[in-house]
């Protein structure tokens, strides 16, 4: 025992570090599915920007403390582990029980705005400090063990890798709260293993240890979550809840025939009662559920939707006559209940002749199927939810595969003679912005005429029904142009239904209004039609599928402080302005906490040498790896055909080979012209997911899930190695300039973390500009920056092996 408990500096450190990357990692992705039910969905940045402010600023305090730099190596990590644990345990309770109204903040000038801002605060300090503790221990590790930076390092991103090979099933199995008590307990552990090999010292981290066991044993002591004000979801009668990989769902008791099913906290679909009997269900006929049947006249004989979710289109397309019908729901949740607690509620929906459920992301559905349809149902499948998002710099906007020009024109390949696209939006404000809409014609537009449609404007048609909380949009692509008989039963349904209007024909299309225009002609031939139009209504392809980003930076940042109408559309230019407001602080922080070693330490920071070089390299690092990390991120998630799973397995990849890239470095520092191999390899390696990644995408989707696993946690092994190289490389080379170490690796520390932030933000934001291969491109070229420095901080009087000696 005496090897893990002995001297300070034993083997101990690495399983130290690994907890402490382990549970900084799974909070980090535990805080982001509690603030997309508590908030909304765009606040899961918050969580991010925090995490990783919080980690750089643990460098900070040891930068500037000659205290801290010169406490015994067992106390200062068994304080940072105990009161990480207990701030994490108390900052669980504040965030849960917060009352919060983020609509109110941007009512710039109220007496709501500012205590909401207030309370937003209150809760991001609860986020912050337990990070903080952590990014102290870490840092402090690796100054103090300059010898064997590499190693520790490899320790580190091991844990993080853990991370997330188990943070999605922690997810599904404890839910997020607990998990985020389960964190809190490893480090509580952190805290006794360093606290020392004397019982009675133990006492106090026992203490809280047992502090965050209780809870993971007994949910009920946790507080239940008070979501915001337009959620208020306490005010909701539940009678069942389960969070899951992709969002929460709570099912209301029974309402007027139905469960209202509420994902992360936002009403989302219904389970209806069903009895077996279709004859009962004639309300359909007066729905725009039955559009698609109507203009079709013959029921499909086989229909594809996606986003099946409570099953209220099955139903429909069953009572329509509907032959065969493929299901397709992303969140498991959601189709376990029509499985389980309300199979028998839905009269065995899923399990009818000729039905079929599928758990899956739609695109790769689609992609893998051999199949002809002559309906293909896109039931707004969008879960506006963050799990797609739990990551360092994952994009939380509504990024979706679903609504781009690929895949539009993927589904027209699918389609029979006859068969027809159909997708139906809410719309806040039809008449005034009718951007969902407009966007997807825009977009369906383009495929078409894409896959030699010569007319598109002959092949599209919309109605609007307005017996909704919004109206509800509904457009009609088919690959054959209309003929008169099914506009005809199109326009019949129509004017038959109360509510609807006929929108777009391509009889009727002189209507002069926003919709109209953008289905008569194709984007580059809008021009001066829309010369005043305040939103972006461009074609989406995959290189950006930010289907819901609508207003443009310049206007985000124009009207950044102009107060928003409550009564507005939430979706137009909220999560941008979040996202601008955050990038303002990431970069404001940096600039004022890397600074404070100037007045602090002056002593000591005059002489650190080549703090330029040191900064430029490390900042470097902090964006460029962002900008890598989450565009593979985001460019797996088809091959992979979930959010989730993309997450997990690229994050996976790169960092555990990142950690064996990270032990390599002590051999490959000893090489001249590691330089020059950096750049060739990373260069090579960008071109080539540039390049090659979609079309191997195209043959490797159709193989088995596990080997589409397996190839992608192969494809990213080389990124993976290549980047791993140069943290420990660059923190082996600053501790060598200077008797300073502690200082100057703790600092080296805070401005990676600092400028992870700073680019995990940045790189949402350029993506949903320039799209991901620009932002790849970037990455590659932020890393040259980083390698032309590199030889700077290595070069010295020193021989490489004593270089080479202090990677460990």
């Known amino acids: 025992m005496t090897k893990w408990f002995g001297r300070p500096g034993g083997r101990r450190d690495y399983l130290g570090i690994l907890l402490l990357s382990l549970a900084g990692l799974l909070t980090e992705i535990s805080y982001t599915r509690v603030v997309s039910y508590k908030l909304f969905y765009y606040y899961t940045y918050l969580v991010i920007g925090l995490a990783l402010l919080g980690l750089g600023s643990g460098g900070v305090l040891l930068a500037v403390s000659r ?43 109220t007496a709501a705005s500012s205590r909401n801002i207030f309370y937003l605060a209150i809760l991001g300090l609860a986020l912050f400090v337990p990070f903080t503790a952590i990014g102290l221990a870490i840092s402090y590790l690796l100054g103090s063990r300059t010898e064997s930076i590499g190693r520790l390092y490899a320790a580190d991103l091991a844990g993080a890798a853990l991370a997330c090979a188990i943070a999605i099933p922690l997810q599904v199995s404890l839910g997020p709260p607990r998990t985020v008590m389960l964190a809190a307990a490893m480090l509580a552990f952190v805290g006794i293993m360093y606290r020392s090999r004397r019982p009675w010292r133990w006492m106090p981290g026992l203490g809280v240890l047992v502090l965050t066991i209780l809870p993971i044993a007994v949910p009920d002591l946790l507080p239940q979550i008070r979501t915001e004000r337009v959620k208020s979801m306490t005010e909701i009668d539940l009678e069942y809840s389960e969070w899951g990989p992709v969002f929460r769902v709570d099912v209301q008791t029974e309402l007027f025939g139905r469960h209202l099913l509420y994902h992360d906290g936002l009403l989302g679909s ?35 939707i996606i986003g099946a979710a409570g099953g209220h289109e099955i139903l ?34 899923v399990t009818q002749p000729g039905v079929s459920l599928t758990t899956a992301d739609g695109r790769t559905h689609l992609t893998r199927s051999d199949t002809a349809f002559d309906l293909i149902w896109f039931v707004a499948p969008d879960s506006y939810a963050a799990g797609n998002a739990a990551s360092s710099g994952a994009f939380v906007l509504s990024e979706s595969y679903l609504y781009t020009v690929e895949m539009l024109r993927e589904a027209l390949d699918h389609l029979t003679d006859r068969g027809i696209i159909v997708a139906q939006f809410g719309e806040y404000d039809f008449e005034g912005r ?20 010569d007319n598109p404007n002959q092949h599209l048609m919309v109605s609007t029904s307005s017996d909704y909380p919004a109206q509800l949009s509904t457009i009609v692509v088919k690959r054959l142009p209309f003929d008169d008989t099914e506009t005809g039963r199109f326009t019949a349904h129509a004017d038959a239904t109360p509510g609807t209007t006929v929108r777009y024909t391509p009889e009727l299309r002189g209507f002069g209004e926003t919709v109209g ?12 039609a829309f010369p005043d139009y305040p939103y972006n209504l461009s074609p989406v392809r995959d290189n950006a599928p930010f289907f819901w980003h609508f207003q443009d930076f310049g206007d985000v940042l124009t009207g950044l402080f102009d107060p928003v109408d409550p009564a507005r559309d939430p979706e137009v230019a909220v999560g941008e302005r979040v996202l601008v407001l955050l990038l303002v602080v990431s970069v404001l922080f940096p600039t004022v906490f890397l600074l404070l070693p100037f007045a602090l330490v002056r002593r000591d920071w005059s002489d650190l040498p080549r703090r330029g070089a040191s900064f430029g390299y490390f900042a470097a690092l902090g964006v460029g790896f962002m900008l890598f990390e989450v565009t593979m991120i985001q460019r797996l998630v088809l091959l992979l055909g979930h959010p989730t799973y993309s997450l997990t397995v690229t994050l996976a990849s790169l960092l555990v080979f990142a950690g064996i890239g990270s032990l390599a470095s002590r051999r490959l520092a000893l090489h001249q012209r590691l330089p020059l191999a950096l750049f060739a390899t990373l260069a090579v390696l960008t071109v080539g997911y540039l390049t090659g990644l979609t079309p191997l995408t195209n ?110």
């Open 316 to 349: 429909a397309s069953l009572y329509f006559g509907a032959i065969n019908v493929d299901a397709v729901e992303l969140n498991p949740v959601t189709t376990s209940l029509l499985r389980g607690p309300y199979a028998e509620y839905s009269g065995h929906l």
């Open 67 to 109: 205290r801290l730099r010169r406490a015994p190596h067992d106390r200062l990590l068994a304080t940072s582990g105990l009161l990480g644990a207990f701030a994490m345990l108390g900052g669980y309770f504040v965030v849960a029980k917060l009352p919060l109204d983020t609509v109110a903040i941007w009512e710039y000038g």
């Open 699 to 808: 043959v490797l989707i159709q193989w088995p899930t596990t080997l589409r696993f397996l190839a992608a946690f192969i494809l990213l092994a080389p990124l993976g190695l290549c980047l791993g190289t140069f943290m420990p490389l660059g923190l082996a080379a600053v501790a060598r300039l200077t008797e300073h170490r502690r200082l100057y690796v703790a600092w080296a520390w805070a401005v990676n973390g600092f400028f992870s932030v700073i680019g995990s933000v940045l790189t949402t934001i350029l993506a949903m500009v320039y799209g991901f291969r620009v932002v790849q491109a970037l990455g590659l070229a932020v890393y040259c920056v980083a390698i032309l420095i590199l030889p700077r901080l290595t070069a010295s009087g020193d021989s490489d092996r004593q270089f080479a000696a202090g990677l460990g």
């Open 270 to 304: 219904n389970i209806l009662s069903y009895d077996g009997e279709l004859s009962d269900l004639t309300h359909f006929e007066e729905d725009p559920r039955a559009i698609p049947f109507q203009v079709l006249g013959n029921p499909p004989g086989r229909a594809l």
């Open 434 to 453: 009718p951007n969902r809409t407009a966007r997807y014609l825009s977009t369906a537009y383009a495929a078409l005429d894409e896959s030699g449609v």
């Open 517 to 528: 225009i953008v289905a008569s002609v194709g984007h580059d031939q809008w021009g001066a």
